[in-house]
């Protein structure tokens, strides 16, 4: 068995594990709200349409922000079509995902489900076939209390107090020629500018999201994000980024090292945003909000799109996840939780259905998928401060990544309660032996060890016949000795060690 080593010290502090990095999104495509999040009649819907059973699913998640109504669906919807009478609203096309959308689901029953489900909002404006008056009307309808016609709108509508929106997105993906509004880094960071410009006078509370590129394969990556916040640096508050990882080709060892694209992505894209502030002599440093990303067998898309008409809510892109991709979605949190001193905000790409952690069937059940649960315990035990780990040991070749480290590892240390937590991954299709050196802090002692393992059964998924066949188990607790521990890390696997102060 080979073997790996780890120092963990409180000195070597990152910054806190902001609870926003454990987002999700929200988006009028496939079955995410029609269907997923919102069903009336179905037997655990309330008298608004609100799932019971997926708001449930989705507490549990520890989902802290949501961002809504896209994606793509955004760059051409009307705010307005969302609001009011159910029977007033009026269908459109939605070109984006070439469907009918019925906007019986808008922006009022969004902050009802936020509140039911306790999480944050954070809205999109659409910038691809809208403008500044339109972000405008939508932030005045979300955020001022009273007395104008838009704020007195919602409250005619029931909302009596505004829904206080702190986090907006300046639209979504411009850069992209499948956008409808598809833009130039010049034209969009023109429109950004003055759109963020107009909202603060309105809003000076609010913070605000600058569109990066789509993802980093764009031709355009990096001189985009260069040239918008040459428009908008001193208007908005974080750069947001996109990235999915496809496994359709089986190359199973290159889709395991995804994490090693994501921490290179994070850091092209604060280097560019930091030349920026360098260039401006601005002493004020972006974060990042990454949120779109998501394991994403995005291959099949096109023949989904392809086969079908103008249809509502359609069936789209609903993956069934496997045991090697919920080790993939730990290693990404693991990446982003490495860099919570410049990545603020982070969404997994969706909540319901569409490439999503919870699965549901019309007027059936809702399960979890198997990643769910690397999601669900890193939002529930990262808590405190992130600290800085530089593991030793093995390398394995890839195609896409070249040699790239079995290991890959985080720790977070709860300062109120003593405790530490490390996850850490073995990309490895051998077992792992990791020695951990805890003399940083003394008295500790390790309390659980939770692993997902994908090495037994590397395909295996949930379905509604058997929603728990892939699902975090529960190993032998190793002991800790003069601040040392030997742990074994399965093949495969997402491990959570868990440890806590010594009684006594």
Not at 116 to 131: K, Y
Not at 133 to 154: F, I, K, M, V, W
Request: hydrophobic letters at 40%.
């Amino acid at each position: 068995m080979r073997t790996a080593q780890l120092t963990i010290d409180p000195a070597f502090a990152i910054g806190p594990a902001d609870r926003r990095l454990f987002g999700s999104f929200v988006e009028h495509m496939g079955r995410c709200v029609y269907g997923g999040i919102y069903e009336p009649g179905h037997p655990a819907a309330d008298a608004r349409g609100l799932r019971g059973d997926v708001l449930e699913l989705t507490r549990e998640l520890g989902v802290s922000v949501v961002r809504y109504p896209g994606g793509n669906f955004v760059s051409g919807y009307r705010w307005e079509d969302g609001v009011g009478p159910v029977g007033d609203r009026p269908r459109r096309l939605d070109l984006a995902w070439k469907t009918i959308e019925t906007n019986a689901f808008g922006l009022d029953e969004f902050m009802s489900w936020a509140a039911e489900a306790r999480v944050e909002p954070m809205m999109a404006v659409n910038l691809g076939t809208r403008g500044v008056q339109e972000a405008c009307d939508l932030l005045e309808y979300a955020n001022h209390p009273g007395g104008t016609q838009l704020s007195d709108l919602r409250r005619k509508h029931g909302a009596e107090e505004p829904y206080g929106v702190r986090l907006w997105c300046l639209g979504n993906e411009l850069d992209g020629p499948w956008q409808v509004g598809h833009k130039t880094a010049d034209e969009y960071g023109r429109l950004a500018a003055e759109t963020a410009r107009a909202m603060k006078m309105i809003d000076p509370s609010i913070s605000l999201v600058a569109c990066g590129s789509s993802n980093r394969r764009m031709p355009t990556f990096a001189s985009w994000e260069a040239t918008v916040l040459e428009h908008t640096y001193q208007h908005v508050d974080y750069i947001s980024a996109h990235t999915y990882y496809d496994p359709s080709d089986g190359d199973r060892p290159s889709i395991l090292a995804s994490a090693v694209d994501l921490d290179n992505f994070i850091r092209d894209v604060v280097a560019t945003a930091d030349h920026v502030a360098a260039k401006r002599r601005d002493r004020r440093r972006l974060k990042v909000s990454f949120d779109e990303w998501n394991v994403w067998y995005e291959s099949r898309l096109q023949a989904d799109l392809a086969r079908r008409g103008w249809v509502e809510a359609p069936a789209l892109i609903e993956d069934d996840f496997t045991a090697v991709d919920a080790v993939v979605v730990g290693d990404l949190l693991i990446t982003l939780l490495r860099h919570a001193d410049r990545v603020g905000v982070a969404c997994q790409a969706q909540l319901a259905n569409v490439i999503a952690p919870i699965r549901t069937r019309t007027g059936g059940p809702a399960w979890r998928q198997s990643i769910f649960h690397p999601f669900a315990l890193t939002a529930r035990h990262a808590r405190g401060t992130v600290l800085r780990t530089e593991p030793v040991g093995p390398t394995y070749e890839t195609k896409r990544y070249g040699a790239v480290p079995v290991l890959d590892t985080v720790a977070v240390h709860d300062e109120e309660t003593g405790g530490l937590t490390v996850f850490a991954v073995n990309r490895d299709s051998a077992d792992l032996a990791l020695e951990l050196d805890l003399r940083g802090l003394p008295g500790l002692s390790v309390s659980s060890h939770l692993s997902l393992v994908a090495g037994d059964d590397p395909t295996a998924t949930n379905t509604e016949a058997e929603p728990d066949r892939v699902t975090p188990r529960q190993l032998p607790t190793p002991t800790t000795d003069g601040g040392r521990c030997a742990v074994r890390l399965p093949a495969v696997s997402w491990n959570v060690l868990r440890f806590s102060p010594a009684v006594g």
